[in-house]
């Protein structure tokens, strides 16, 4: 990821797996397609996990930034 | 859905089936009419569920942004 | 409802029955007088239901946008 | 209560007695003396009502808009 | 208090005594010096009270608006 | 601190030891050295405090300002 | 870290080894390679705490800022 700024950083991310922690305790792993500048993001074959354990797939998601906590390469 | 932005994304999804997680734990499953930059959102015949039952059906729905986690097409 | 935009579509729900699902579990049914970009709305003739029961009537009421979750026409 | 703007229906109860509904589910009810875009609140003769009953009277309250779910003129 | 707007009433109340129901459930009780639109406040003689009981004097405080629920001369 | 705006009663404390309120029920007693409109505060030599007994120092600690109730000069 | 402004603080910490606390409880141990004015914070080479104990190590984080109590440099 570029250290420059955050969302240089993200943008070194696209079409990569990441996995997204949301503030309801859920992680979602996905390739990142697209963010925004509220951290909006698209993802495609998203993974569900609780737990540790995918719990389902859901495909493409568009999730809400304001409920990301981290974003990270996996 | 368009990698490019999260908007072009959901735009993709229009006049489609999606389902939108909610913050408060229920999920709703409709045809998704419209949204705006604040991700509200319109859905027609929309469909509520609660831990993947169908608990009712309540038509039309204006969902506020800020109580939405996550939309990924059916 | 309108479909272009979110708005458009509370807008074609004016002078309707529309029903109010609100962040605190509440729900408020009443005729939709008006209503702003931050989805701030005055309703006449309210009812407040919980768990799907009439607890009261309570006229007219402004209720500020950020505590609801979705509106419905009924 | 105007129906055109939620705000014009605010202004149609100043003087009036009104109810406030709180996120913190205590009931305000006094006379509407003043209000903001941000739905900032100045009530004179102002009583705490909680589950219905006089809990005491504080006179002029300044309420926070962001603490308010409803405001009803009684 | 003023009754114009909800910033004029806060202005009529400087270097009175106040109290400050706050969202975590404590109340201020002190002399406002000062506040700004955000509705950060600076108290002088600043007492904590939980339930009705004075817990401690704290002297000055600056109060960040958000945590504020409402405002009450003395 | 100086009366006439909350900020500036802030600057004031500048250097000063002060305490810090946290929303999650910490307090942070540490040396006032910046802040900024957000309410964003410097401090140095910090201790963590939980129910009023030193829990550890923590140096130098950048705190987000939507996390914090109020600011008191010890 | 620079006690002009706070950002200039966190500037001073680049590179370095930093500790964030989180809302939801957990604390994130990393190199900071970058900031913005929301906070939003990358990490390199970081290990998520709980209680202390290194639960695991995630490589590169994006952390969003609205999820940040407070970074301390270690």
Redesign the interface.
């Known amino acids: ?10 943008n070194d ?1 696209r079409n990569k797996r990441v ?1 997204l922690e ?3 305790g859920k992680q ?1 792993i996905g390739t990142l ?4 500048i509220h ?4 993802l ?1 074959d ?1 993974e569900e996990h609780v737990d540790g354990e995918l719990k389902r797939k ?16 996996q």
Chains 1, 2, 3, 4, 5, 6, 7 share one sequence.
């Open positions: 990821m570029n250290p420059e700024r955050p969302l240089d950083a993200l991310a996995l949301l503030k309801n979602l397609k697209s963010f925004d951290i909006n993001v698209v495609y998203t859901i495909g493409t998601a568009f999730v809400r930034g304001d409920t990301i906590i981290l974003i990270t390469p």
